[in-house]
């Protein structure tokens, strides 16, 4: 087992071979999850004299993975190898790295032919993600939508990820994650960022929560998202039966920062987008849900912290809210501006030879106390 008790443990588990990566020959193991229906990702590199592992090295087995801060709260989850390499050293011994994802891929794989609901969007997000994961569906049980929803010959995520686009929630959105250890999260995130947050990141630790972070990057991309969505698309549906024609204009609206205004520019303007067919199969707020979704998704990504902290193995996990404190800042100008709650978009962990990080994504819809022209 790598680690050290009270901090982090690891120990990995291929076919037979139990426990077969030691401390001295671990490398790097490296794993993200992330927000959406993205199965978490990992990459590894080590060194061994076992001549039999090749026989099993591969996807065909499952590498399975027991992670925790102690031996009392270890986590199990299951890892696919997509990519290896192994190259001789020395006499004796072999270097891999290899790389793969959760071991799931039959969720991105399978096509399936079938047909559900009539029900919301969310509570088939439930139900099919229920068969692959344990669900943790929070505060959200169901979304303000009815109709019958047809799986035309697609793997669940694809599927999925457009039915996730596609349910309503007045007046918020929905998100979505899978954890390393295997949860399925669904959450209305207006309520979310209404909540309490779980962690909280400052230089002065107090509360069992607290996490005291090494460094914090502050990486934005606004200006992107914005010409991509975050200027906003006037959304226009022709319905089918009546031929009536109906514009959906989403307001951009901040929940987290103290600026009642996201950052963009005064001067650019909403785009039309191409019409779109709604039949009587869909629901009335199809295409609206489509436009609330995109618009709350893209300006909730706007502005990025990536914090970054060690030798604690917690239970982080996408779509957590946590609290940033920026006391080091150089002033406190740069403090009142960063700091405050945040959603964490993704989580990646690093277990080098003697070491432990983890890097947190979170994200809000913009900087507080912003300056200029701005709508």
Not at 62 to 75: A, C, E, H, I, Y
Not at 183 to 206: A, I, N, W
Not at 222 to 232: D, L, P, R, V
Request: glycine letters at 8%; hydrophobic letters at 35%; aromatic letters at 10%.
């Amino acid at each position: 087992m790598i680690g050290i008790e009270g901090q982090y443990l690891l120990e990995f588990s291929l076919g037979n071979r139990k426990d077969f990566i030691s401390s001295g020959s671990l490398k790097y193991f490296k794993v993200i999850e992330s927000c959406g229906h993205t199965l978490p990702k990992w990459e590894i590199k080590f060194e061994t004299s076992d001549n039999e592992l090749p026989r099993y090295f591969h996807e065909g087995n499952v590498l399975t993975v027991s992670f925790g801060p102690n031996r009392n709260q270890m986590k199990t989850t299951q890892l696919m190898i997509v990519a290896k390499e192994i190259k001789p050293k020395g006499s004796n011994a072999l270097v891999y790295e290899a790389a793969g994802f959760y071991a799931l891929p039959a969720y991105i794989n399978t096509p399936h032919v079938r047909t559900l609901g009539p029900c919301s969007g969310v509570e088939v997000l439930n139900a099919i993600n229920d068969r692959y994961f344990d669900l943790d569906s929070g505060n959200l049980k169901s979304s303000h939508e009815k109709q019958v929803w047809l799986q035309p010959s697609i793997s669940d995520k694809k599927f999925l990820d457009d039915i996730w686009l596609h349910s309503y929630l007045q007046n918020s959105f929905v998100g979505t994650g899978i954890t390393l250890a295997g949860s399925y999260r669904v959450r209305d995130m207006v309520k979310l960022m209404g909540g309490e947050y779980t962690h909280k990141f400052t230089p002065s630790p107090q509360g069992k929560r607290d996490i005291s972070y090494m460094h914090a990057t502050f990486p934005s991309e606004s200006g992107f998202i914005n010409n991509w969505h975050g200027y906003g698309k006037e959304w226009a549906f022709n319905m089918l039966e009546s031929g009536n024609r109906l514009i959906h204009k989403p307001k951009a609206q901040t929940q987290l920062s103290m600026s009642n205004k996201p950052t963009r520019a005064y001067e650019a303007t909403k785009r039309p987008s191409m019409p779109t067919l709604v039949t009587r199969n869909h629901h009335a707020n199809h295409t609206v849900a489509y436009g609330n979704n995109l618009m709350g998704l893209s300006l909730l990504s706007s502005e990025n912290i990536l914090v970054t902290y060690d030798q604690v193995f917690d239970d982080m996990s996408v779509l957590d809210l946590v609290m940033f404190v920026d006391t080091k800042a150089n002033s406190s100008h740069m403090a009142d501006t960063y700091s405050g709650l945040y959603v964490v978009e993704s989580v990646a962990r690093v277990i080098n030879e003697k070491s432990f990080y983890t890097t947190a994504s979170i994200v809000r819809e913009c900087m507080s106390g912003i300056k200029g022209e701005v709508r």
